[in-house]
């Protein structure tokens, strides 16, 4: 198995909206002085070329990131701009490890977790060397194996990043039954667990999603906002044509600062086929 490389998709639609949405959380636990854990449960390479073989082959980019200008006055996405620019001008995206490493201070602590052989060294690689590197201690493991292996975490405070491929439909129910036992070690952690909106065309998975994010509301946390875009019409063909992150115990006013942010993503993602759209709603509220 694991055959999926992150590098085929960096940069893309859904990229661009877990990426700003990872920084949004961030920025809310930054907010305090106590320090603060982030545990990354599928990691991928940390850093991806966008000239590479991988990245041109799909050219999912133009659907996301390229699409990302610095002319919009929205402050959250010019934090995301900001951040990504320098990366771009060498043809490269950050992921998930290095925004999270970029934005930590040094109370802070970073666990990336990552399975496929090549990409941990790629990750371990595209870490060194940085002056965030101290901080950030990588695990080549199973991400729902060593979640668990983890929690409680020290320090107390903190987020998860769950963000796996859905190769196969029972990823749905791991991620389910791995929050539901991490709740019960951890229940104040601040989870977001990203997924696809898949057309007919994926079969049995095209409702998986939905179905996870009802399940995860029935779990014993605080609440749930539940963040999506579409980029491109469901008819059957269209594969994935959106997608969402479920966010456990969201931290207070994140849903504003969303919904700040989206009608800004929305102008920015959509093409002359389609006109973006998204959703910011609690789907469990205190
Ligand atoms: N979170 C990254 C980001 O936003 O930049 C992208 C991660 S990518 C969608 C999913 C990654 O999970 C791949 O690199 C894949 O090799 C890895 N993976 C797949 N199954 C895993 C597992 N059970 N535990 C840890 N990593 C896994």
């Not at 106590?34 to 041109?56: C, M, Q, R, V, W």
């Not at 802070?108 to 941990?120: G, S």
């Not at 601040?190 to 909106?197: F, K, Q």
């Not at 942010?261 to 002359?272: G, T, Y």
């Amino acid at each position: 198995m694991l055959s999926y490389r992150h590098g085929f998709h960096a940069g893309n639609h859904a990229d661009v909206l877990k990426h700003i949405v990872q920084m949004l959380v961030t920025e809310k636990l930054l907010q305090k002085s106590k320090p603060f854990i982030y545990i990354d449960t599928h990691a991928g390479a940390g850093l991806y070329s966008l000239n590479g073989e991988e990245a041109l082959k799909t050219r999912e980019f133009e659907t996301g990131i390229s699409k990302i200008t610095h002319q919009q006055q929205n402050s959250v996405l010019d934090d995301y701009v900001n951040l990504t620019q320098e990366y771009m001008a060498n043809q490269q995206y950050p992921g998930s490890p290095l925004i999270a490493a970029s934005l930590l201070r040094t109370q802070d602590k970073i666990v990336l977790m990552e399975y496929h052989n090549n990409e941990v060294v790629n990750l371990r690689n595209n870490l060194r060397g940085l002056s965030f590197d101290a901080k950030a201690a990588i695990h080549h493991r199973d991400g729902f194996e060593g979640l668990l292996a983890l929690l409680p975490p020290n320090p107390a405070r903190g987020m998860v990043l769950i963000d796996p491929p859905y190769e196969v439909h029972t990823e749905y129910d791991q991620v389910l039954s791995t929050v539901k036992q991490a709740l019960k070690k951890w229940s104040t952690g601040v989870y977001i667990i990203w997924y696809p909106l898949l057309s007919a065309r994926a079969g049995k998975k095209s409702g998986m999603s939905e179905s996870l994010c009802v399940q995860l509301a029935q779990l014993n946390c605080k609440n749930l906002l539940d963040v999506r875009m579409q980029i491109a019409a469901n008819t059957e063909d269209a594969g994935m044509y959106g997608s969402g992150l479920a966010i456990l115990n969201a931290p207070w006013q994140l849903d504003d600062a969303i919904s700040q942010m989206l009608p800004e993503i929305n102008k920015l993602l959509s093409n002359d086929d389609f006109q973006a759209t998204s959703d910011c709603t609690w789907r469990k509220s205190e």
